[in-house]
């Protein structure tokens, strides 16, 4: 299978042979087509071995990662994401073609999967009930994720909650993490059995390296759980640890902010998220130190009946 065509905002692509690969990632069956060899061998290490032909199932999503314009090898070869209709992001330098690929994914769940009500929060879970962490870009979600996950939490996700609005559990996404400038050392000094990939400097994001999921998180990637806890993190130097309860009223509409499609589902989004709020304890949480916060959050009350 070749790919060949024309990128709108970087003129004529590579004409070159496309290896496609199929990955379960939670409930979703994604393939990806690439002729980059180093990002191959970066999608089997972070998601396992690719699966084998699987023509009685519905691929959700199929992307591609390619070579950018010929011109463009000598001085500055790029790499170009696309899905079956567009490139939605300008191309991305070859050397990043594994964080294009990750934002590229980001972007096809967030625009299509509404069979669920979609949370931008980290998720974990402990004996079967989840703890949902949403909150804006630089509130430290990814490192506390991060830093759960590492601590015996199973990771469900690191950017998407995806609840269920018939049923009310969430899926899991086990996908890899991806820590940003600081972050990366305080994981690697918070766990040194942290399994980082390669890092990605001068991204549009700063400097990036994922975190791999663990072991167990990939495995168990088809048990749902149900919500029990829903902390807000914001991370500040120097700031003690507190939490501090919220009433549903206000939980709600801070959790309804921090959905990517609240308002498209409607009132189907409003039940679910109105089951989701009286189903869990819910809290704000400020922290300037990781060990503190991972602390508190192991203690928590136990789930509403």
């Given at each position: ?48 071995s690719p699966l084998g032909a699987r023509q009685a199932e519905i ?202 499609n609240y308002r498209l589902l409607g009132a189907s989004g409003f ?15 400020d922290f300037g130190e990781l060990d503190a916060m991972v602390t ?10």
């Amino acid at each position: 299978m070749t790919a060949r065509g024309t990128d709108a905002r970087s003129g004529p692509v590579r004409a070159r042979t496309a290896f496609w690969q199929a990955y379960r990632i939670g409930p979703f069956l994604i393939q990806v087509g690439s002729s980059i060899r180093d990002l191959r061998e970066q999608l089997a290490w972070f998601y396992g071995s690719p699966l084998g032909a699987r023509q009685a199932e519905i691929i959700q999503f199929n992307v591609r990662v390619l070579h950018g314009p010929l011109y463009r090898r000598p001085f500055a070869p790029q790499a170009v994401f696309k899905t079956d209709t567009e490139a939605p992001f300008a191309p991305f330098p070859l050397s990043h073609a594994f964080p294009l690929l990750e934002w590229g994914l980001n972007w096809c769940i967030a625009m299509r999967a509404h069979q669920f009500l979609m949370l931008h929060a980290g998720v974990v879970e402990r004996d079967g009930r989840a703890l949902i962490l949403p909150a804006v870009p630089g509130s430290g979600k990814s490192t506390l994720t991060a830093a759960l996950a590492l601590r015996g939490w199973r990771l469900l996700s690191d950017e998407f909650g995806l609840v269920d609005w018939q049923t009310g559990v969430i899926h899991p996404l086990p996908r890899p993490i991806p820590l940003k400038n600081r972050s990366i050392p305080v994981i690697r000094a918070f766990s040194p059995e942290a399994e980082l990939g390669p890092l990605f400097p001068k991204t549009r994001k700063g400097d990036v390296a994922h975190l791999r999921p663990p072991g167990d998180s990939r495995q168990r990637q088809h048990e749902t759980a149900r919500p029990a806890w829903i902390v807000f993190p914001r991370f500040r130097v120097g700031a003690k640890m507190r939490l501090a309860a919220l009433p549903d009223s206000l939980a709600f509409a801070r959790l309804s902010q921090n959905s990517f499609n609240y308002r498209l589902l409607g009132a189907s989004g409003f039940q679910a998220l109105e089951t989701l709020i009286r189903g869990c304890h819910c809290w704000s949480a400020d922290f300037g130190e990781l060990d503190a916060m991972v602390t508190a959050l192991d203690q928590l009350p136990p789930p509403k009946s």
